[in-house]
């Protein structure tokens, strides 16, 4: 299974989930591939946000390595699924799609819920984390006997 998560700018919430579902899937013993990457361009080969690297670190998950990247076209091809936080991430990787195959793949994280940008707020990157692993603990049960 490969599963690719999207975020605006792969420093916060995209790198979260990522490092999540990875965890996730290894303390269940499943080979999983999981990536993450950004629709927007403004942090390209950093690391995550050092909130986000903090507060993952506090559960005891490390996602200091992880290099942001910009999402693209090839991803529709590579991934199996694409998971979003939000309706504009939804818009954004929608619109690259070039088919009813790329479009299926798309999906927001939380299902019907969205998962809020944390950029602006310090207190939001607990919630947020929290908000991140109950969905992929849903995609993860969801997917894991396909
Ligand atoms: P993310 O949060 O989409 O969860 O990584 C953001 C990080 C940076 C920016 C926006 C959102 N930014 O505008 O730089």
Same mark, same amino acid.
């Given at each position: 299974m490969k599963i690719l998560m999207v975020c605006l700018?792969?420093?916060c919430?995209? #790198?979260l989930a990522h490092g999540i579902m990875e965890h996730l899937a290894k303390e269940q013993g499943l080979d999983w591939e999981i990536e993450s990457a950004g629709t927007g361009n403004w942090h390209i080969g950093e690391g995550p946000d050092r909130r986000s690297i903090r507060t993952a670190r506090e559960h005891g998950?490390?996602?200091s390595g992880q290099i942001c990247r910009l999402f693209r076209i090839s991803d529709f091809?590579?991934?199996d699924h694409i998971f979003v936080m939000n309706k504009s991430n939804?818009?954004?990787v929608l619109a690259m799609a070039r088919n009813e195959e790329d479009r299926e793949k798309v999906r927001l994280l939380l299902g019907d819920k969205i998962v809020p940008? #944390?950029?602006y707020d310090d207190a939001q990157f607990e919630p947020v984390f929290l908000m991140i692993e109950k969905g992929c603990k849903e995609i993860l049960k969801e997917?894991?006997?396909k």
């Open positions: 700018g792969n420093i919430r995209s #790198p998950i490390d996602i091809d590579y991934y939804l818009a954004d940008d #944390p950029y997917l894991k006997d």
